[in-house]
């Protein structure tokens, strides 16, 4: 039997949707047959794609094989045929989505952040609790393949306890004004009047990361700056950039573990990877990128000698074991994605919800708040 589900993805005519969502998630899951249960049950989704721009979501839906679509967001919510709504839109325009899906009795999923207050994601999370709605938020690093190898070698006490995590993310993001060298990112990641900032968008990442692989976040420090003051935007004209696009932050989880976490559109990459983490323990340490987590146990760990005055003998990249391949690794998103459906069709447990998200959002929030005071802030168990 196929259960068939239908789908409303609402702005994903953009980069992520269209490349992480649609065609990596929603189309992969389609091309491989849908979700298979058991013998007797395949789940298969029914998409329908949103928007404002009927140009852009024709060429997408044409370039995803003929899939429906709608400028028509409300018709779409009607049809009862469509039990899940998916928002990728801006983050300033995503409470006002999640409303009309929430009175339209859809399970609501979206991306992060889902908005740029604590409140304010409180209270999105509210109203899809006080509704009955099943709802969640993409929490995609979870499920990148470093961090999956990471997390084996965690389970298996490779570590013994637990001391500090550096996390490194980002690159050299071009200004525009260079003809060969156009900017990889939208406009608005640099205008703080719509949601834009590299502390909203990548504090809420480190929250759950943070959370689920080494314990509650505690407390805050955080650094932010504006680097680069002007870039020029699609249309080619210069602006004031007025949010910020790097951020240098403390964490520290309630078992002691300290977290720094730096997160930049303004350095040039020179490591293993675009986001790379190390994790130091008493009986060892790994360092993970997004596909591969190398690791070194203490009885192979060296001894370094400080001398200055003469070359290092030590071949540090050397000494580490990389963590081999055991299973077959998907797509990040679409593994959230099956595991969001499988909770809608088969109410199978799902625990990144829109308050898990929230979490998110207030870690941005007192980051952003710990820059402005210059000082340390606590994190309060108030979201549950």
Same mark, same amino acid.
């Given at each position: 039997m196929i259960r068939h589900i239908g789908i409303i993805l609402n702005g994903v005519t953009g980069r992520m949707g269209t490349n992480q969502h649609l065609f990596r998630s929603i189309k992969a899951i389609m091309d491989q047959g849908g979700i298979k249960v058991?013998?007797?049950?395949?789940?298969?989704?029914?998409?329908?794609?949103?928007?404002?721009?009927?140009?852009?979501?024709?060429?997408?839906?044409a370039r995803a094989g003929g899939l429906p679509y709608t400028t028509d967001l409300d018709a779409a919510l009607a049809d009862d045929s469509n039990e899940i709504f998916f928002d990728a839109s801006g983050t300033l325009q995503r409470a006002g989505f999640i409303e009309k899906a929430v009175k339209a009795k859809k399970a609501i999923y979206c991306e992060k952040p889902t908005?740029?207050?604590?409140?304010?994601?409180?209270?999105?999370?509210?109203?899809?609790?006080?509704? @009955?709605?099943?709802?969640?938020?993409?929490?995609?690093?979870?499920?990148?393949? @470093?961090?999956?190898?990471?997390?084996?070698?965690?389970?298996?006490?490779?570590?013994?306890?637990?001391?500090?995590?550096? @996390?490194?993310?980002?690159?050299?993001?071009?200004?525009?004004?260079?003809?060969?060298?156009?900017?990889?990112?939208?406009?608005?990641?640099?205008?703080?009047?719509?949601?834009?900032?590299?502390?909203?968008?990548?504090?809420?990442?480190?929250?759950?990361?943070?959370?689920?692989?080494?314990?509650?976040?505690?407390?805050?420090?955080?650094?932010?700056?504006?680097?680069?003051?002007?870039?020029?935007?699609?249309?080619?004209?210069?602006?004031?950039?007025?949010?910020?696009?790097?951020?240098?932050a403390t964490m520290e989880t309630a078992n002691g573990i300290v977290c720094q976490f730096n997160s930049s559109w303004t350095v040039r990459v020179r490591r293993d990877d675009l986001f790379t983490m190390q994790v130091d323990g008493t009986l060892g340490s790994a360092t993970v990128t997004l596909r591969k987590c190398f690791a070194q146990a203490a009885g192979v760990t060296p001894r370094p000698i400080w001398n200055p005055d003469i070359e290092q003998p030590i071949n540090f990249f050397q000494g580490w074991q990389e963590v081999p391949d055991a299973t077959t690794y998907d797509n990040a998103f679409k593994i959230q994605w099956e595991e969001f459906i499988r909770h809608v069709v088969l109410d199978e447990p799902f625990r990144y919800s829109l308050r898990e998200g929230a979490k998110g959002v207030q870690l941005a929030e007192l980051g952003l708040k710990s820059w402005a005071e210059r000082k340390w802030l606590d994190v309060p168990d108030v979201l549950g």
């Open positions: 058991n013998d007797d049950l395949t789940i298969m989704p029914k998409p329908i794609l949103t928007g404002r721009n009927a140009n852009k979501l024709a060429a997408l839906a908005a740029v207050e604590t409140a304010e994601a409180v209270r999105l999370a509210k109203l899809c609790e006080d509704a @009955g709605l099943k709802n969640g938020v993409v929490q995609d690093k979870l499920w990148l393949t @470093g961090i999956r190898k990471f997390k084996l070698l965690r389970d298996q006490g490779f570590f013994g306890r637990i001391l500090s995590v550096r @996390g490194e993310f980002g690159y050299w993001v071009f200004t525009g004004e260079h003809e060969g060298q156009p900017a990889q990112r939208p406009s608005w990641n640099y205008r703080k009047e719509d949601g834009g900032g590299i502390i909203i968008d990548m504090l809420c990442h480190w929250r759950y990361v943070i959370d689920n692989l080494f314990g509650p976040v505690k407390s805050i420090s955080c650094l932010g700056a504006t680097h680069v003051p002007k870039r020029l935007d699609e249309r080619g004209q210069v602006y004031d950039c007025t949010s910020d696009d790097a951020c240098y």
